[in-house]
């Protein structure tokens, strides 16, 4: 059947519309590209490579420390900063930093011999205030090690270098840490990546500076020096490597086994984390040898994959394309996931500093791999690189502390229930010893006695409380209790000689009677 000339012309007018949509496809395709390979020319100057990760960080700690400050405001920061404002405070008036909620001293418990100087410093300088600001400044910087790796040894252009550094600033372990009150370990993060760059560039003096900072913020961090020896040892640098290794293995044996013990009560601290296995070191080592399947259980349960996925999936599981440069902190992340450790909340983002830094350091080096070596550098395919970007972003918004959905805007703007907290911690005299709720806890932390008094359920008041603390702080909305047994732990606190001398907005401050 013979068509009708209308239709002809309409088909060759649709055939010459398409045509024209796809030469305009084409051409606006082909401009970005110019566009984008003039911006990167132009940028790829020593000058840009000097001064673009620097003002990233600069940008990226304002807003990590105006996120924390403002949560800190709030006072949704977490009780443990209250650990170091406690130790700070009988450090600089010359007292063992024995920390009442710890149980014992402060450097005890993590071997964090780097806040010793901190501490020094904070004599002169606001305490809370200035620890949050340098954890932000701290995580900020670990992206001039990522871009130097990126351009140096991984020898990438920059957009892949500048897609690397964005993912690392949206990452939500970096999120999280900032918001989870104070780790000296965040020091360590951009330490541990830097350390492997000096490496790389044969300045083993800075590469001991960077290890010695990595090691005194935490002792089994030394289990992260060690994997970073090994990984040199791959890397044909056996001697520097061996000796990393061997150093880092002899720091974490020593201060977790010795020295920490000999500052504390006798003991590891945290034997108690591992404590389903059996008690001391060799009984819960002999355990885990002995339960095959329940230390599989709990490398590879829920939380531990959880925990897997969140650490690579915001950078598309790249590091899974260069194992070699994951492998070696294993044995550290596994240590981790089969410790059994309270979270307070936050998910434990300290126990991700090690893994963190070598997931960049894998993964710069798997856009090395997949990508195309040019007249200089290595090309990588813009699509991978928005990818990238976008998942980064994506995780950002989804587990992230500082999630939109979190709301960060309206951080900062005190609640009721915060004032009326802020006005009890006001009315504690600065020598009184107070148990108070993990809320009110940072703001009268910095004393001789101060523990936090935990929601346990079904919780009644010690009956020696009456000798050992002269304020409880009752918080009703943190607690968690029923009216019943609020009632209860209150009714023994009036048996005790406790009073009420304040109930605002389910914030109570009782106080033993005075001559009582």
């Known amino acids: 059947m013979k068509s009708s000339p209308a239709f002809e012309r309409t088909a060759k007018s649709f055939e010459r519309t398409g045509e024209t949509v796809v030469t305009t496809v084409v051409s606006v395709r082909r401009r970005m590209d110019i566009a984008m390979l003039r911006w990167q020319a132009r940028m790829d ?88 600001l340098l954890q932000s400044v701290a995580l900020a910087v670990g992206v001039v090690p990522i871009w130097r790796i990126a351009r140096g040894p991984a020898n990438l252009r920059i957009g892949a ?51 010695l900072l990595v090691v005194t913020t935490r002792s089994d961090l030394g289990l992260a020096v060690a994997a970073l020896g090994l990984l040199l040892v791959g890397e044909e640098e056996k001697t520097a490597g061996w000796s990393l290794a061997t150093f880092g293995l002899t720091w974490f044996l020593l201060m977790s086994f010795v020295v920490q013990p000999m500052v504390g009560d006798g003991d590891y601290a945290h034997l108690d984390a591992f404590a389903r296995y059996g008690t001391g070191v ?131 703007r005190r609640s009721a229930v915060d004032a009326a907290r802020v006005s009890t911690s006001v009315l504690i005299g600065d020598d009184a010893r107070v148990i108070v709720s993990p809320e009110v806890y940072p703001l009268v932390a910095d004393r001789d006695e101060a523990r936090v008094l935990r929601p346990t359920q079904g919780f009644l008041p010690g009956l020696d409380w009456p000798d050992r603390f002269d304020v409880v702080v009752v918080d009703v909305e943190s607690m968690g209790w029923t009216a019943s047994e609020a009632r209860m732990f209150e009714s023994r606190l009036i048996l005790m000689d406790f009073r009420k001398r304040l109930d605002s907005d389910g914030v109570r401050l009782w106080v033993r009677r005075p001559g009582s």
């Open 282 to 412: 060799l009984g819960i080592t002999v355990g885990m040898l002995g339960d095959p399947l329940g230390l599989v259980g709990d490398l590879f349960g829920r939380d531990g994959f959880d925990k897997v996925v969140l650490l690579l999936a915001p950078v598309l599981f790249l590091p899974l394309v260069r194992p070699r440069y994951l492998v070696p902190v294993l044995p550290l992340l596994a240590l981790y996931l089969v410790a059994d450790v309270p979270d307070g909340g936050f998910g434990n983002p300290q126990q991700d500093v090690a893994t963190l830094a070598f997931v960049f350091i894998a993964a710069t080096y798997a856009l090395m791999r997949i990508g195309t070596p040019g007249v200089s550098r290595v090309l990588v395919d813009r699509r991978m690189l928005t990818v990238l970007v976008l998942t980064a972003l994506v995780f950002f918004v989804r587990d992230a502390e500082s999630s939109p959905y979190e709301e960060p805007w309206n951080w900062g």
């Open 45 to 132: 100057s020593p000058v840009w490579d000097r001064c673009l990760p620097w003002i990233t960080a600069v940008v990226l700690a304002t807003f990590l420390a105006l996120l924390a400050l403002a949560r800190s405001q709030d006072l949704g920061i977490g009780y443990q900063i209250g650990h170091y404002l406690q130790a700070a405070d009988l450090m600089d008036r010359g007292f063992e930093p024995v920390v009442n909620d710890l149980g014992h001293n402060l450097f005890a418990d993590q071997g964090a011999w780097i806040f010793w100087p901190i501490a020094w410093a904070l004599q002169v300088l606001p305490v809370a205030g200035t620890l949050l």
């Open 161 to 211: 270098a500048a897609a690397l550094m964005a993912a690392y600033s949206m990452h939500p372990s970096v999120h999280n840490l900032n918001l989870a009150g104070f780790h000296p370990e965040a020091l360590a993060l951009p330490a541990l990546m830097a350390a492997y760059l000096a490496a790389q560039r044969g300045r083993w003096r800075l590469v001991a500076v960077l290890v």
